[in-house]
């Protein structure tokens, strides 16, 4: 039976456009997801938009448009985020959907069924954001200009008392304390895992999760006026993506549980604490595992709007590429800790790792081939050096798999820069250019380098996925030879395949002149 592998993104909240904190989300889980596919596994991948809340309501007010109009127009740019990044998300949710409406009111009335009712009304007071959606405690908050009081992240908030639903997440601490046990890779990296385990330990209240101060939201059932708070709402998309409620559904019963949230830092607590709870409460498996990423500065400094300098993720993937800038992402990061984006750190990745590394290694060998050969590949009789650079491969292909098994993007990146290294420093040594009275000798020395290429382009297809296929095409490797087993595999390309020209598939990057 084939191995089933579902991993999502969070949705993002569509009040503005997509910036590249969005996009480094998106591609980090689109080659965690490829990787899954590479190994064979049968994949879902899901991403989309959380649409519903009070910030949304303000926003189209202040644009004289509806919510509902706004959430069309933004959503759609990060349905075109998705497009122009070259992700192979399976589906695009919306939190603003028929199916999307019939599974939050389906889990809300299980969780109000079950365990005597894990739902109950009453009034809430507290110090609310309208930024982050959460309340604070007085302890959490600080005094700002004017008197007003700032949440941790340094939004104001406001003194709120509404009628409203809540969730019993009291009763769930020691639930939750021993999947932590019972799971020690639920979340990750173990930094996040420490912090919520202390903040269950220190006791959980009871949470809200109905509003009525605003209407744009899902109806809570058999409740007029309430509709449903942020997060019972938004989590809940990761089951209506594989069909809840439809619990019998062969989707369901094949994905559910997910295998994989990645997430932001920021959102750990209502991925880890909130998420496993409901589900537990309305009697559904609780996902298998949570991996938060960091933040993105921009050349060093926190993005901001009065900084002007929030990256475009269009505008970056136009000038430079899609598969360059996915790189850099996956390389330059280490997944899981907060990372930068800086234009002449991007420059020099790309051009030693990309141009120089991977793309002259292939476009020098399969240059001489042609020049040699005609463009067939030539038969070959490997000596020890030939076989030592090919295990030298297979090993690094070894240390990539393991690292990906725990989404170490950035370290099956560099193994992947590694081994590369290896066959360029394999490839100035045997100097076959020196070899034009030894064809028998050169032609196994590009044979052998084009087969450390086709291995390190199918496992380069998760990160580089357009790229890697153009490597593919001119070694004429066929589509259903593509899988992670077959670069691990003692096959080589048969002697006697004919090669098209090879195009140059990297470009070189100046950086700006000054002055």
């Not at 193994?415 to 196994?444: C, H, I």
Request: with cysteine; hydrophobic share 40%.
């Amino acid at each position: 039976m084939t191995e089933t592998f579902y991993v999502t993104t969070a949705i993002a909240y569509p009040n503005g456009d997509p910036h590249i904190g969005h996009a480094y989300e998106m591609i980090t889980t689109d080659a965690i997801a490829r990787w899954a596919r590479l190994e064979g596994k049968d994949t879902w991948f899901l991403t989309g938009t959380d649409e519903h809340g009070i910030k949304m309501q303000q926003t189209a007010t202040a644009l004289g448009i509806t919510p509902q109009e706004l959430a069309d127009r933004n959503s759609a740019r990060f349905r075109a985020l998705a497009e122009t990044l070259n992700l192979s998300n399976d589906d695009f949710i919306r939190t603003t959907e028929k199916r999307h409406h019939e599974s939050s009111q389906e889990i809300w009335r299980q969780m109000a069924a079950r365990n005597n009712g894990d739902i109950y009304q009453s009034v809430y007071k507290g110090w609310y954001s309208v930024r982050d959606e959460a309340y604070f405690d007085e302890a959490e908050l600080t005094d700002g200009e004017g008197g007003k009081k700032l949440a941790p992240t340094g939004a104001e908030v406001k003194w709120v008392e509404e009628d409203s639903y809540f969730f019993r997440l009291s009763a769930y601490q020691d639930r939750l304390l021993k999947l932590y046990e019972d799971v020690p890779d639920f979340i990750a990296p173990e930094e996040r895992r420490n912090e919520i385990i202390s903040f269950v330990k220190a006791g959980l209240r009871d949470v809200s999760i109905s509003r009525t101060t605003f209407d744009w939201g899902i109806p809570v059932p058999g409740a007029d006026g309430h509709v449903m708070y942020v997060w019972v709402d938004a989590l809940t998309n990761y089951i209506t993506g594989v069909g809840y409620p439809d619990t019998g559904s062969e989707q369901f019963k094949k994905f559910w549980p997910a295998n994989l949230h990645v997430i932001g830092k920021d959102i750990i607590r209502f991925h880890a604490v909130y998420w496993p709870a409901f589900l537990m409460s309305a009697g559904i498996p609780v996902q298998k595992r949570v991996f938060a990423h960091g933040f993105l500065t921009s050349e060093g400094k926190k993005m901001s709007k009065s900084l002007g300098n929030v990256v475009d993720p269009f505008g970056v993937v136009e000038e430079f590429g899609v598969d360059p800038v996915r790189y850099y992402c996956l390389r330059e990061i280490s997944f899981g800790q907060d990372g930068d984006w800086g234009r002449d750190k991007f420059i020099n990745r790309n051009n030693a790792d990309l141009a120089n590394n991977f793309g002259n290694l292939a476009q020098r060998s399969l240059s001489m081939i042609q020049k040699n050969f005609g463009g067939v590949l030539p038969a070959a009789e490997p000596n020890d050096a030939d076989k030592a650079i090919v295990q030298t491969v297979t090993d690094g292909i070894a240390r990539i798999t393991a690292a990906m098994q725990t989404q170490q993007v950035h370290e099956a990146t560099g193994e992947l820069v590694a081994l590369l290294s290896a066959a360029n420093l394999y490839f100035a040594d045997q100097a076959p250019w020196g070899l034009k009275a030894d064809l028998p000798r050169m032609g196994t020395i590009l044979v052998t380098t084009a087969d450390v290429v086709r291995r390190a382009a199918i496992v380069a297809q998760p990160f580089i996925p357009a790229s890697a296929a153009k490597f593919l095409d001119a070694l004429a490797v066929p589509a259903d030879q593509r899988l992670l087993v077959d670069a691990q595999s003692a096959y080589t390309i048969p002697a006697g395949t004919a090669l098209p020209p090879p195009e140059p598939v990297f470009k070189k990057f100046e950086h700006a002149k000054a002055g």
